[in-house]
């Protein structure tokens, strides 16, 4: 009675403004029989290094995101500034 543990994609979805997000299932067999599956969810935005995800995930980021829909996260939301979220307050 052999266990296994598989990671798989669930599902794939583009959001509004070309993020990828993934789910991915985690599924635990005992003999090909579904023991239980958990998800993870993740998102990838636009410029985001793709090159450790699934092959299917990096295909999808290489068609979707070219150029001008970088450059258009980017200039729609810039980086936070140093040390935000907990800059003090100076009196």
């Known amino acids: 009675m052999p266990l ?6 669930g599902v794939i979805e583009i959001l509004e403004e070309s993020q990828i997000q993934v789910r991915e299932d985690t599924v635990v067999k005992e ?4 023991l239980s599956r ?3 969810r993740y998102v990838l935005v636009p410029g985001d290094d793709v ?5 299917r995930v ?5 068609f979707l995101w070219t150029d001008a829909v970088v450059q258009h996260w980017k ?12 800059t003090p307050l100076v009196p």
């Open 58 to 62: 990096q295909d999808i980021a290489n």
């Open 38 to 40: 958990t998800y993870m």
């Open 4 to 9: 296994t543990k598989e990671i798989v994609i």
């Open 75 to 86: 200039d729609a939301h810039p980086p936070n500034p140093p040390g935000f979220p907990f």
């Open 31 to 34: 003999d090909a029989v579904e």
């Open 51 to 55: 090159s450790t995800r699934p092959q």
